[in-house]
């Protein structure tokens, strides 16, 4: 799955989800959860790896004209870099809870 910002492949995080007795969260093992989604990370949150990338990436934005090739990062920044999915396998932003 790939970040809808810079293109980069998401990072699986985690996976979230309820219990059946949620008032017991903590005492049942997490087999017990309904998985209702899966939580990503964008690996450009904080800043990309190589130049190049980070080059490409402030061209294609406007908004970056005046942020220093050093600074550049993923617009997933504003959210901390998470994505997660939906019931439905739909990519939201942000962190699920």
């Given at each position: 799955m790939e970040c809808p910002y810079c293109s980069a492949e998401l990072v699986?995080?985690?996976?979230?989800?309820?219990?059946k007795y949620a008032e017991h969260y903590y005492l049942y093992p997490q087999s017990w959860i309904e998985?209702?989604?899966?939580?990503y990370k964008?690996?450009?949150h904080e800043g990309f790896e190589y130049l190049e990338e980070?080059?490409?990436?402030?061209?294609?934005n406007i908004d970056l004209k005046d942020v220093?090739?050093?600074e550049v990062c993923c617009i997933s920044s504003d959210?901390?870099?998470f994505f997660y999915t939906d019931m439905n396998g739909?990519?939201?932003?942000?962190?699920?809870?």
């Open positions: 699986w995080n985690d996976y979230y989800g309820k219990t998985k209702e989604g899966d939580i964008c690996p450009n980070a080059k490409d990436y402030k061209d294609n220093k090739i050093e959210f901390n870099g739909n990519l939201q932003e942000g962190y699920p809870c």
